[in-house]
């Protein structure tokens, strides 16, 4: 962009539930972002502590549009992005954004990300995060790497804090979650099921490895870092009980996508299996991971889709 064009406007989708320890300064970071103009669209799963009280001491400001209140929790972060996605509107917006409750984010963060995008012609962005924790530990969780041909079936492209769209491809997406509201309130992980649509769509989507937030870690996340060896064996364990395959199956069915690897993942016989462990390179943006997702195919149990 050049240094004369006016700053860019940016609408911030902003989920909440019970953040009110950390939804403060997560507001002041989205609000003092440099070399954009922020709007904040914010939707509350009605929490029990002080965040809706938050939300409308800034909704009064002008800092905040909150939508309005829900007859019945969501339940998840998921139905409440979506939620978002279906219902914002987009006046004098070029961008959008999403946040969660309780990060930090990075002072450049949007105008990095608009940056990229305008300049290298992609329509999608996320990045790299800095997981930090209570004790003061920290780690870079790395997201980026080359984009394998079926790594949207089986991850997301990073946190979905970090998602950045023109409003042109947003609205594309508000028009898909608008067509299929119950469905999409079936999946589980919203940043997941947006980066499926998105390369399903034929969209170019680009991982930053620049990290562009501080990824807060507490008691309270839905999802989370997923770091250490307890979380390692969780994720193992579900991945060979099934439910990744099926998780999977879901995003692929809601999203439209039909090809080869999902018919072999529903038969899922021994041959299925064999031609699986060799497309799993294919499948994670990390080789280990590819891998260790081929010996997956060939030991876990039939995915309850594929079941009779």
Same mark, same amino acid.
């Given at each position: ?8 406007? +940016? ?13 403060? !300064? ?7 972002? !440099? $070399? ?14 002080? #965040? ?5 001491? /800034? ?15 969501? $339940?998840?972060?998921?139905?409440? /992005?979506? *939620? ?9 917006? !070029? ?19 608009? #940056?990229?995008? +305008?300049?290298?012609? /992609? ?8 997981? @930090?924790?209570?004790? &003061?530990?920290? *780690? ?13 079936? @089986?991850?997301?492209? &990073?946190? &979905?804090? #970090? ?6 491809? @947003?609205?594309?997406?508000?028009? =898909?979650?608008?067509?299929? %509201? ?46 250490? =060896?307890?979380?390692? %064996? ?7 009980? $099934? ?15 039909? #090809? ?5 993942? *529903? ?16 499948? *994670? %943006?990390?080789?280990?991971? &590819? ?5 997956? /195919? ?11």
């Amino acid at each position: 962009m050049r240094p004369s064009s006016p700053p860019p406007h +940016v609408t911030v989708l902003l989920a909440t539930h019970n953040g009110a320890l950390w939804l403060k !300064e997560q507001i002041r970071t989205i609000m003092t972002q !440099e $070399g954009v103009q922020v709007r904040v669209v914010a939707s509350d799963d009605q929490s029990q502590d002080d #965040t809706l009280g938050i939300l409308q001491s /800034f909704a009064k400001e002008g800092v905040i549009e909150l939508l309005p209140p829900v007859a019945q929790r969501f $339940g998840s972060a998921n139905r409440n /992005f979506m *939620r978002l996605i279906a219902d914002a509107s987009l006046e004098n917006t !070029e961008w959008v954004a999403f946040a969660d409750q309780d990060d930090i984010w990075l002072p450049d963060k949007l105008h990095h990300a608009v #940056t990229q995008l +305008v300049n290298k012609g /992609f329509d999608a962005y996320s990045s790299d995060v800095v997981a @930090f924790w209570p004790d &003061g530990r920290e *780690r870079r969780l790395v997201k980026s790497g080359p984009l394998r041909t079926h790594d949207h079936l @089986f991850e997301s492209a &990073g946190p &979905g804090c #970090t998602f950045v769209l023109p409003k042109a491809r @947003f609205l594309e997406l508000q028009a =898909w979650v608008r067509n299929n %509201r119950e469905a999409v309130d079936l999946l589980k992980v919203h940043d997941w099921a947006i980066y499926a649509w998105a390369r399903a769509q034929g969209l170019r989507w680009l991982i930053d490895p620049k990290p562009s937030l501080r990824y807060r870690q507490h008691g309270g996340n839905e999802v989370g870092a997923n770091v250490g =060896w307890r979380a390692a %064996r969780a994720r193992l364990s579900q991945a060979l009980s $099934g439910q990744y395959a099926t998780d999977a199956l879901l995003i692929a069915s809601v999203v439209g996508i039909e #090809t080869p690897l999902v018919h072999r993942m *529903r038969r899922m016989n021994l041959l299925d299996r064999l031609v699986l462990a060799t497309m799993a390179p294919q499948c *994670r %943006r990390r080789r280990a991971e &590819g891998w260790l997702l081929a010996l997956i /195919f060939l030991l876990m149990k039939r995915p309850a889709a594929s079941r009779h």
